[in-house]
């Protein structure tokens, strides 16, 4: 009977250590992994750590060093510019379990709703005011005005959101403990992916017109 109980016991402890370890990046086994460059391009592979590694001796300090987030990207109509960095433009990040990302938001700008499936998010502000939150599971709201020099923390899968609510443009860098953490944008998953117009309707209430104008708002091909 004990032999039983403890065989379920280890069971349960393998289980567990299996959807922990399932639940993240899994730990490197060298010190880096640059992507050798005759084995294709990092952009072409679907998952990101099948790439053979360079030889470490023939790894370069540029290998570690990315000067790609010195300005702000392209705005979008939601006054936003994101420049997100993963190893697909910054190979030295490869297998090290971490990403980021620097995003710009001009006055009034937002940075909708959105979510990221595999990663927890802290979002340091640089510059700016800005209103930032998540939800969590409860449908609890934890936001407050963050200023320069301040930080914030989205758990992995929840919701979350930023706003500019200062008089100047603002700066976020966000870091992530995912290489590839994943995006949801809440709008563009819902009105943008072909979802069932009826339930939709039923879901938020709105007439098919309504409907229709969300869609061709964040469902690109609708819109041409």
Aim: with cysteine; hydrophobic share 40%; charged share 15%.
């Amino acid at each position: 009977m004990f032999r039983n109980f403890f065989t379920n016991c280890l069971l349960v402890i393998f289980s567990l250590q299996c959807a922990t370890t399932s639940a993240s990046d899994p730990d490197p086994v060298q010190d880096y992994c640059i992507p050798n460059p005759r084995f294709g391009s990092i952009r072409s592979i679907s998952h990101l750590l099948i790439l053979p590694c360079k030889n470490s001796t023939e790894a370069t300090d540029d290998d570690f060093i990315f000067s790609g987030m010195k300005q702000a990207g392209n705005f979008s109509d939601t006054g936003l510019a994101s420049i997100p960095v993963n190893p697909t433009v910054f190979p030295g990040l490869n297998t090290l379990g971490m990403s980021f990302v620097r995003a710009d938001l001009k006055v009034g700008g937002i940075n909708p709703p959105h979510f990221h499936p595999r990663a927890t998010e802290i979002a340091y502000v640089v510059q700016g005011s800005v209103y930032s939150g998540f939800v969590d599971s409860t449908n609890r709201v934890f936001a407050a005005i963050i200023e320069q020099g301040e930080v914030m923390v989205y758990p992995r899968g929840l919701v979350h959101f930023q706003m500019n609510v200062g008089k100047k443009p603002a700066t976020i860098f966000g870091s992530f403990n995912s290489q590839s953490p994943g995006l949801q944008k809440i709008p563009s998953a819902v009105f943008g992916s072909g979802i069932n117009e009826e339930l939709l309707e039923k879901a938020f209430g709105l007439s098919s017109k309504q409907i229709g104008k969300m869609r061709r708002r964040f469902d690109p091909e609708r819109s041409n």
